[in-house]
Structures are given as C-alpha cells and as structure tokens.
C-alpha cells in the first residue's frame, strides 16, 4: 500500500515548456486536489475531483490542467510554463464523506 | 467564502516549553471541521489534529490539544513538553462538513523548539 505517489519530486523548466505532474493513489478514493504551496500563502486549491470523468476549478487554476480517467491518477498539466508557477505541489486523495486527506510528498517545480 | 488566518509567521521556544499557535477562521457554516498540519523538514504533510466543529470537547492528541472557540471563530494549537521533532511548519486548515472536500489552509507558522 504506497498510498498517494507524486512523481517527480524535484522538477527544473525553462519558460513556456509544457510538463506533467503526475499523481496516482492505491486506496480507491474517490476525491483527488491538487494544491500548491507558496511562502507566506499556505496551501491553495488548484483543481480537484470527485470522481472518474468528473473534475472543477479550485481558488487557483489558471494555467492548469487536469483529467481523471481513471480512479488511480489525476495529473496536473501546466501547458506554458511561466515562473510564477515556481511553487511546491501537493496531491492529496480521499473517501468522500470522510475528512481524512492523505497527501504525496510534494513536487518542487522551479521555472526559470 | 471561507479564510483562514494565522497571525504568527514564526515562534521559538525551548525544548520542554508548552507553545500556543493561533488560528482564526471565517465562515456562515455551522458545521464543518478544523485541522492542524505539520509539515517538517521532509515536506510531508502530517495530520496533527482535528475537531468537528459540532463537538463541544476540545481534541486532544498525547501532548497535543487545541481550544476551540466557536463563537469566536478561533482554533488555537497547544503543544505540550515540546520536543525537537517538533520543529516544523504548522497549517492550521478547515473544511465544510458537507459538499466538496476542499481544504482551505492558513498562512502557516514556522515553530522551532531549540535544546
């Protein structure tokens, strides 16, 4: 049981790239978010997802994309990299109805 | 919407000291749950505590409690005989009770407990 895997940990991009942040869990939730953490601003929602086929906006979600096509993964696509996306990225999945958030251990992405 | 909010970008203390962090939320729920976070070193997100907002009693957690103040719409984080694993970022969160499962999180309070 791996419980929420990000991939990868540590990220460089130049402006513009396109990349993938990948997140799979092994616990069968149904809820997955993504969040990004920035000195000083805590943790902030970008997308999440209730279920297959079904995702929404969060606070923060300009110049992201996600999809859920499976239970499992729920990647984060940043199509043009810009550097104030530099930021720590956070998965975390769970039960519905149940407030116990399990998170990956975060992605350190830096645009130069 | 909700905020929540945490006054103490950064505290220190010694080793065996009893530390306070403080969190203040807004809301119109009546029910929902409030969280503590820590996250050290390693980056990993750590659930602390957590209260239901429905729950008069406070949590507690070996040395940890808080003291839930509903009216006044404050949550605060006690750490008893505070130890060195203790150092780390410290997220106060919350969450409705029903709907979505979006964590709204707080600014975050940098807490090293010095030997």
């Known amino acids: 049981n791996a419980g929420v895997t990000q991939t990868p940990k540590f990220q460089v991009l130049k402006t513009g790239q396109s990349m993938t942040l990948q997140c799979a869990q092994d616990m069968n939730h149904e809820y997955m978010s993504w969040y990004r953490q920035d000195p000083g601003m805590g943790l902030r929602l970008i997308h999440y997802s209730v279920g297959a086929g079904i995702t929404d906006q969060g606070e923060v979600p300009n110049g992201y994309n996600v999809s859920r096509s499976t239970t499992e993964d729920f990647p984060l696509r940043l199509l043009s990299a810009a550097p104030s996306q530099t930021s720590v990225y956070f998965c975390?999945?769970?039960?519905?109805?149940?407030?116990?958030?399990?998170f990956g251990q975060g992605t350190r992405l830096t645009v130069v | 919407a909700q905020t929540v909010t945490q006054s103490q970008p950064e505290m220190s203390v010694q080793e065996a000291e009893t530390v306070t962090l403080s969190c203040t939320y807004d809301t119109s729920e009546s029910n929902y749950y409030l969280f503590w976070y820590k996250q050290p070193p390693s980056r990993q997100m750590i659930l602390v505590i957590r209260?239901?907002?429905?729950?008069?009693q406070n949590a507690t957690e070996n040395r940890f409690s808080v003291n839930f103040q509903k009216a006044a719409k404050s949550f605060s984080l006690k750490i008893s005989d505070s130890q060195l694993g203790d150092t780390a970022m410290y997220f106060c969160?919350?969450?409705?009770?029903?709907?979505?499962?979006?964590?709204?999180f707080g600014q975050g309070t940098r807490l090293t407990i010095n030997p």
């Open positions: 969160a919350f969450m409705k009770f029903q709907g979505a499962q979006k964590l709204v």
């Open positions: 209260q239901e907002a429905y729950k008069q």
């Open positions: 975390a999945s769970s039960y519905l109805g149940r407030p116990e958030a399990f």
